[in-house]
């Protein structure tokens, strides 16, 4: 089993900044990469970024492409994610999720496990 726990998320005017950290215990060991995904309501799962644990090979959504960043503290066993520039439409809950491979980063089916989610609202 592996138990996430994100935090960082709160309020933030347009063009302001949040990281999000989430903190990894368990059997982490497995879980080749970690991702960050968010939804809105009545809307899917959509994937933002990912990083392998072991290489720290990063993958990040066009959307968020030049704002958000992903890094990782293999040490802390945290995975955070740095967001600047930030637009009301980036509003969303926020989740992070681990994987067993990096193969499919993307799709939120192949994340065996989730924390809870943290809101993050940006206000116009």
């Known amino acids: 089993q592996v138990q996430l726990v994100e935090s960082g998320g709160g309020l933030v005017q347009a063009g302001g900044s949040l990281r999000l950290s989430c903190a990894a215990s368990?059997?982490?060991?497995?879980?080749?990469?970690m991702g960050w995904f968010r939804q809105v309501p009545e809307k899917e799962r959509e994937f933002v970024a990912a990083?392998?644990?072991?290489?720290?090979?990063?993958y990040t959504a066009d959307p968020v492409k030049g704002r958000f960043t992903i890094s990782r503290d293999n040490a802390k066993n945290t995975v955070y994610l740095q967001m600047n520039s930030l637009k009301p439409e980036d509003t969303a809950v926020y989740y992070c999720?681990?994987?067993?491979?990096?193969?499919?980063?993307?799709?939120?089916?192949?994340?065996?496990?989730w924390g809870q989610g943290t809101q993050v609202t940006v206000s116009s």
């Open positions: 990083i392998t644990w072991n290489s720290g090979v990063t």
């Open positions: 999720a681990a994987a067993p491979s990096s193969y499919y980063y993307s799709d939120p089916r192949k994340y065996d496990y």
């Open positions: 368990g059997r982490t060991f497995r879980n080749a990469a």
